[in-house]
T-cell receptor, first 116, second 113 residues
Framework: AQTVTQSQPEMSVQEAETVTLSCTYD???????LFWYKQPPSRQMILVIR??????QNATENRFSVNFQKAAKSFSLKISDSQLGDTAMYFC?????????????FGTGTRLQVTL | DVKVTQSSRYLVKRTGEKVFLECVQD?????MFWYRQDPGLGLRLIYF???????EKGDIPEGYSVSREKKERFSLILESASTNQTSMYLC????????????FGDGTRLSIL
């Protein structure tokens, strides 16, 4: 079975600053994918960034980047130049490439508050 | 853009009622999922479907059933609603491959009185 752990239930950052959200995972599989999803207050969950486990290069999407440490099973999300619109619940998730369906295992989430 | 539509944003039902939550996607995705979201517990998978009429149990299937008669529609059924099923329910869909992300609906906040 797969597990995903987010050890920071809540975090706060000032606008324009940088913040890092932590995520660790456990799986015995070698072929998997990692995701960060964002859920703004009362709004839809959306994909922030994706990392394929076989790729050594860390994924980046504009102000969002990851630090993927495969041996340590760590997958942290860095948000640079934080904006008020980044206020949201952030979920780390792991997907296996199975034959039937790509199920996601989610962490418990980190609530990020961006302040002025 | 992918659109995943859940039939209700808010729903209030009584204990013992049979409750139907509907979800429709417009991207011809093979996979569809139902999650339950509770504070401090994250998202937990109830059921998923990888093809029409095919379904598999997730991590917390007890008290729920599902139906997928058409590719674009996936229904979650609470056979006899109980107060511990009060929660936020999220539907998602995706292509079959694991590298493809899931796309979520807006969620249904269900209260069982």
């Amino acid at each position: 079975a797969q597990t995903v752990t987010q050890s920071q239930p809540e975090m706060s950052v000032q606008e324009a600053e940088t913040v890092t959200l932590s995520c660790t995972y456990d799986t015995s599989e070698s072929n998997y994918y990692l995701f960060w999803y964002k859920q703004p207050p009362s709004r839809q969950m959306i994909l922030v960034i994706r990392q394929e486990a076989y790729k050594q290069q860390n994924a980046t999407e504009n102000r969002f980047s990851v630090n993927f440490q495969k041996a340590a099973k760590s997958f942290s999300l860095k948000i640079s130049d934080s904006q008020l619109g980044d206020t949201a619940m952030y979920f780390c998730a792991l997907s296996l490439n199975t034959g039937t369906a790509s199920k996601l295992t989610f962490g418990t989430g980190t609530r990020l508050q961006v302040t002025l | 853009d992918v659109k995943v539509t859940q039939s209700s944003r808010y729903l209030v039902k009584r204990t013992g009622e049979k409750v139907f939550l509907e979800c429709v996607q417009d991207m011809d995705h093979e996979n569809m999922f139902w999650y339950r979201q509770d504070p401090g517990l994250g998202l937990r998978l109830i059921y998923f479907s990888y093809d029409v009429k095919m379904k598999e149990k997730g991590d917390i299937p007890e008290g729920y059933s599902v139906s997928r008669e058409k590719k674009e529609r996936f229904s979650l059924i609470l056979e006899s609603a109980s107060t511990n099923q009060t929660s936020m329910y999220l539907c998602a869909s995706s292509y079959r491959q694991g590298r493809k992300p899931q796309h979520f609906g807006d969620g249904t906040r269900l209260s069982i009185l």
